[in-house]
């Protein structure tokens, strides 16, 4: 495995330190000529930090399954709106650019969000074919687009469902000025890839009504799209096994566990 840290400099950034991409690439010398898919993930934490948990982990389950992996230790709060974008974009184009040097195939690199990180994985998924995304970042639209995009118990609505916090580390002064126009239920197009997404019934930090408008969206607009809603679980769970439960023993559901089969499948054949 070839295991990084790349620093991701954006042309739309300014006056910022870099955000962090750790590469989880698997050294395969027996095929040169096979391409791999491959998934950046991004970690929640409420847009104030993010996660371990969600971070690793899941990382080393995409490569045990034949998928190269990137972790996005995007910015966060003090940064503000559309920085984080602009970290993501930068790490597509950056994959997209040493694709035939890491055996990646630059038509299957998927994005994965969890919570916030979701908010953000799902913001790219909307937004990569706009004009001013690619403008400001002085590349095309081509090299930042999404093939697919895997969402954990997404952030998603601004609006009665919201998980407020998360909006309001988001966009700090610009909250009431910018919270619809990223209330991503809204902003589901016909340029949006497809989505797996997944949640629980019980989740009382982001609740499952998030992904369920989603879902709606993306069902009026005809994108294909693959949802599990769970019956039990709380918040963050992210691999819901023992390796990622917290100390208190919470995080364990593994009930929940199969979601990342389910979506390394999705991966595999969308």
Known sequence: MLYECVDIISDGEENTTPAKLFTYLIS???????????VIICPGGGYCFTSDREAEPVALQMIANGISAF???????????????????ESIKYIREHAKEWSIDPNKIFTIGFSAGGHLACCHALFWAHDWLSEKLKTTKEMIRPNGCILSYPVITSGEYAHKDSFIQLLGNQYEELKDDLSLEKRVNDQTPPMFLWHTYT??????????????ALRKHSIPTEFHMYPVGEHGLTLATKETMLADGTGYQPECAGWIDLAIAWLKRT
């Not at 027996?30 to 791999?36: A, E, F, H």
């Not at 559309?82 to 993501?88: I, S, V």
């Open 71 to 89: 972790v996005l230790r995007y910015h966060v709060a003090p940064a503000k709106y559309p920085t984080a974008l602009f970290d993501l974009c």
């Open 203 to 216: 989740d009382s930090t982001v609740p499952v009504e998030n992904s369920l408008l989603l879902v709606m």
């Open 28 to 38: 395969d010398t027996t095929d040169q000529k096979r391409l791999r898919p491959a």
